[in-house]
Each structure stands twice: as structure tokens, then as C-alpha cells.
């Protein structure tokens, strides 16, 4: 039964018609979580059936010696401190290696701003990949990553983005979003991106053939409102390109870094986050429940309050492992598709670009 107050939401819902800023604020501060939760269900099954998705997939991450400051950021270190590191090529191509027999599609690639990293470097680290898989799907560089290339290359972005398709770019990530608020952006990470100028490069991205992934970072200093206007603009912008192929709300884990007094977010939050993003954003395909931020059993939840992706078999995550996650390293084949099918749904392997991997 969904609860009286969300019931003029249900109905826009039911009709297919977008909900409004209004709308979000009202669901934000609902904690019917199972009204929110059945009405998220109902459009993914709209859009993808009992299809979800999961990936064979490696991350990389070349370095972590990064020159902004970010508070919420574990995963940062300066040149020098303990714990940095960067990565030759001849890492990256070892590492490229070692998973050769594994059936992996996608390799997702990112890393902090290294000044003592050349611009060809970053060139150098798609064409090892791209040269020892060059059936892999590559998906690399935040917008972040792109403007910070163009501003040691001296290239607009649309040039670097065209230097990074030519040696194998195929998709980019979502990370560097953070929340779209100026609010939060001068308290917690100054040096990066506007949204403006965030969106603008997926768009570019968008032009060149380029699909990209969206993310909203909660539970930290952002408020409700601040959530809402997010999922708004990155609507608005996906109006204009159709580029965006998925988007993944990100929890912030506190643990080991300036802002480590902060609780975690719940799982209540969590699969909150994931309804709501199905419901806002009707002009995304996907939503996806990242079990390396959440854990297994609560994405497993996620996929009946909208959610229809879990990622992927991922192999060595630094990022969220050194913010304190406890979730494992990676998950075999098996282990997703049971991950899937114990929910009595449809387990379906993809690549980075969502085309479907048939079993050999």
C-alpha cells in the first residue's frame, strides 16, 4: 500500500510522467523507504524487465599521488608520503597480464593528478592496455582527469579527448561529480570541477561517440536539497546529449580521512539513494548498485528498489578499500550470477558499453 502522501507521486509514476524538483524533496523526506522502494521496482521493471547487469571487469589505478586536497578523499596521498605510489608501465602491463585468462570486457581506469606524470604517460597507460587487450573495452579518466590534462598538455578539452580515442578511449567514468552544489564544493573540494564545467566535458564526450557514467557522492555535509538539484541536472543534461549510460549513487565512507568523525551512511540511506535515483532520473537506462561500496547483501536489496546493475567483478579497488570499505576485492562470474538469481532475476553479462556477452 503506498503511504497518502506519496500517493500523487505514485500516480505520476504509474502514467510515466517526470517527476519535479518537488517531487524529489517530497520522497527525500519520506521514510516510507518500501512505498519509495515499490515504485522505483515498477519503472525499473519498465525499462530493463528482470534483465540485470553485471560486468567481467579490472580496475586500475596508476596513481595516487594527487595535487588537490580533497577532504572526503582516503585515497589521495602527496608525493613522498607514505603510502604513495605510481605505476610504471611495465606494472600496469604485468597487471594487464595476469587476468589475460579471466574473460574480463572492461578495464576502468583512474587516478590522481600527478604532476610528475607526463601528459603522454596518461596516453601511454590505454595503449599498454589496448595493446595487450585490444578486445577490452577501455574506460578511463574522469572530467576531472580530462581538465587536468588540459591544462598540462595546453589542449582544449575536446583536443585531449580526441588524443585519448585515438589510443583507445572508449567510455568514461562518473567519478569527479561529487554533489552539484557550490555550497559543498568550497568546503570539501575547492581545486575540482564546477558542475557546469563537469557536465560540459561529458557532453564533448557525448559528441565524439564517447558514452559516459554519472555518480552522486551522499552522505556527508550535502542536504536533501542539494541531492535533488543533482539528480535534476544530471537529467537536464542527459535531455541534451543522451550520452550518459548509467548512474551510481556513491556512498561516502569516512574512514581514514579529514572528515572521519562523520557517521556512515545506512543501508537505509543507501537503498533510499538508489529508488530515488530510478525515479528522478527517467532518461537513464541503468542504475546501478555498487556492491564494493555497499556490500553484496544490500546491493542484492537494491535490485527491487530500482537498481538493475551490480558492476562487476572489479579486481583490486584501491579507492573505497582505503576509505575503510570491508567488502572483498573482487567477486567471480558465479558469484555475480548467484548474486543475481537468488533474487529471481535474470543474470546478463555485459561489456562497459551494455551489449550483452554471450557465453562462448
Same mark, same amino acid.
Given at each position: ?17 517526470? @517527476? =519535479?524538483?518537488?517531487? #524529489? ?6 521514510? %516510507?523507504? +518500501? ?6 521496482? $515498477? ?105 587536468? @590534462? =588540459?591544462?598540462?598538455? #595546453? ?6 579527448? %580526441?588524443? +585519448? ?6 567510455? $568514461? ?105 530510478? @525515479? ?81
Amino acid at each position: 500500500m503506498i503511504s497518502s502522501d506519496l500517493q500523487p507521486i505514485y500516480k505520476k509514476v504509474e502514467n510515466n510522467e517526470r @517527476l =519535479s524538483y518537488e517531487d #524529489g524533496l517530497i520522497l527525500y523526506n519520506s521514510n %516510507d523507504l +518500501l512505498s519509495i522502494g515499490k515504485m522505483a521496482d $515498477m519503472v525499473r521493471k519498465r525499462k530493463n524487465g528482470n534483465r540485470t547487469y553485471f560486468a567481467m571487469n579490472q580496475h586500475i589505478n596508476p596513481t595516487n599521488i594527487c595535487r588537490n586536497s580533497c577532504l572526503f578523499c582516503a585515497y589521495y596521498r602527496k608525493d613522498g608520503e607514505d603510502g604513495a605510489y605510481r605505476m610504471s608501465l611495465d606494472t600496469i602491463r604485468k597487471k594487464v597480464k595476469e587476468r589475460l585468462g579471466e574473460g574480463i570486457k572492461e578495464i576502468h581506469i583512474v587516478g590522481g593528478l600527478d604532476d610528475k606524470l607526463p601528459y603522454e604517460y596518461y596516453l601511454d597507460v590505454l595503449r599498454t592496455v589496448r595493446e595487450i587487450r585490444p578486445e577490452v573495452n577501455i574506460k578511463a579518466y574522469t572530467a576531472v582527469e580530462i581538465a587536468y @590534462l =588540459s591544462e598540462r598538455s #595546453g589542449k582544449p578539452w575536446d583536443a585531449v579527448l %580526441d588524443d +585519448l580515442i585515438a589510443v583507445g578511449l572508449q567510455a $568514461m567514468p562518473g567519478g569527479g561529480a561529487e554533489i552539484f552544489s557550490e555550497r559543498v564544493k568550497r568546503k570539501l573540494f575547492m581545486d575540482k570541477l564546477s558542475s557546469q564545467d563537469w557536465i560540459k566535458i561529458h557532453h564533448i564526450a557525448h559528441s565524439k561517440g564517447v558514452r559516459t557514467n554519472a555518480t552522486m557522492l551522499y552522505g556527508h555535509i550535502e542536504k536533501l536539497e542539494e541531492r535533488v538539484e543533482h539528480l535534476v541536472l544530471l537529467r537536464e543534461a542527459q535531455d541534451v546529449s543522451s550520452g550518459f549510460l548509467t548512474f551510481i549513487p556513491l556512498a561516502f565512507h569516512p574512514e581514514n580521512t579529514k572528515m572521519h568523525k562523520l557517521p556512515r551512511a545506512t543501508g537505509f540511506d543507501d537503498l533510499k539513494n538508489i529508488a530515488i535515483s530510478r @525515479l528522478m532520473l527517467d532518461n537513464f537506462d541503468h542504475i546501478k548498485a555498487y556492491w564494493v561500496m555497499m556490500g553484496t547483501k544490500t546491493a542484492q536489496i537494491a535490485l527491487s528498489f530500482g537498481a538493475d546493475d551490480i558492476d562487476g567483478s572489479v579486481v583490486e579497488e584501491r579507492i573505497y578499500h582505503m576509505a575503510g570499505s570491508d567488502s572483498a576485492q573482487m567477486m567471480t562470474k558465479n558469484q555475480m550470477r548467484a548474486l543475481i538469481t537468488e533474487c529471481g532475476l535474470e543474470a546478463i553479462e555485459r561489456d562497459a558499453l551494455y551489449n550483452e556477452v554471450k557465453e562462448q
